[in-house]
């Protein structure tokens, strides 16, 4: 291990208040990896969830490991060991784009691609994560295992059998994960073809069928709240807690609602006793959820937290319902942002991707939100919904002009090519292409400009890319393990080196 490493390892450390530190000595050590940057996947909650799940088990020790382009060998952050030196690599899964990620750090720690070229000297690689809920597929090829569901209702059985690692042959040890309740082993499946084509995936036999996914009942059961705390993240300046789960507005592009249905929520009383243990260390409470003001408690909630002496965050609020309280509490808060999330510019595209969300209530949400003087207000839009045509682009600029003349401080508009996701309603709709994407980007990010509103887009090639991981299928693991570095030119090589083509998947 070089010592730049270890030292960028040490200095995150240092600045860490709830690190988890357990002895080696007689435990299965467990990597989680985000195979994205320290400073994202320290603001993902599901990441301080499976570290607790882990550490929490007696005979597992688990330590982080992010991804970093300067780290000439990817080591954990607790103890600065390579991968090489853990039993398993679990990894959390966002973005498909991190798929490529995670096949540059397996390169670089020297370990097989193929999940049929490891064996009991190697170590056990699972996945998780809402991209494999939906669709996991195109790793198939790589990973042995992946957690079909939330991870508080899978870690309990899936580490009992992962401590047996030591006594099972690696055959073995997959069947008897393959049992566990949200476990899908892609090795006890035998993939049929025609023409080169998949037209079926079968289970062995005795193998349970189909893999259900895994949710957790009671909330309140279990916590999902920051658990190491940092000031080198997004969101560092405050203790997340998750206040619900799912959400049941049925978007049809939203992920979300499929992912973790149905909708829960915790107790007020519940989160109020988590915050106060947060409290100890930050003073703001950033409430996560997929639509907080949805929250069916959330007046006696936040009303709770401030005379608990909390600032309180919410990451983006649905502008119906926007609750006047809300604004005014987060304003007392003092919140420098609030994002709303309109999607489409006209009211006909929102009405057909199931957004409801009139242009009035927009308009409206714009006046409550000057009304409380909050420095800067954020709205994100996506380009390319099926059924768009460019009036509807057109809509976008409109209404911005229409905000504009609401809200006379900063305003931000996020634009996102739209990706059809597996699971979705929009599961079988075709990939508006790059070129149309690139037009209209271009015409709202010049109409904007003209407004003196910033515009701030992801990439409409890497969306591509994004279209196919997405809805790929196991043919996409040839490609994945073709890949030498993780740009678009080294995906669209690794593609042609599998004789893959982008147009069937999008």
Known sequence: MDWATIERARRKLDAEVGTVFKDWGGRLPVALIYPNTYYVGMSNLGVHVIYRLFNACTDVVCERVFYDRDDELPASLESQR??????????????????LHLVDMLRRSGLPLAADSRDESHPLLLAGGPCVVANPEPLAHIVDAFAIGEGEAIVPGLASVLTRIPDLSRRELLRRLASVPGIYVPACYDVRTADSQIVAIEPQEGVPYPVERQWLRDLDSQPATSVVLTHDTEFGDMFLMEAARGCGRGCHFCLTAVAYAPVRERSPETLLAAAREGLAHRDTVGLVGASISDYSQLSKLVTDLRAEGARISVASLRVDPLPEFL???????????????PEAGSERLRRRIRKGVSTEDIISAAERVARYDFPHLKLYFMLGLPGEERSDVEAIVVLIQEVRKRFTRRVTVNVTPFVPKAQTPFQGVAMASRHTIEGRLDYVKRELRALGVETRADSPRWAEVQGILARGDRALGKALEALNGTTSSAWRRALKEADLTPAPYL
Request: net charge negative; no cysteine.
């Open 82 to 99: 390579p991968l090489r030196d853990f039993a398993v690599l679990a990894f959390s899964l966002s973005f498909e784009l991190d798929y």
């Open 327 to 341: 604004l005014e509490i987060l304003a007392e808060s003092g919140s420098q942002t609030i994002t709303i999330a």
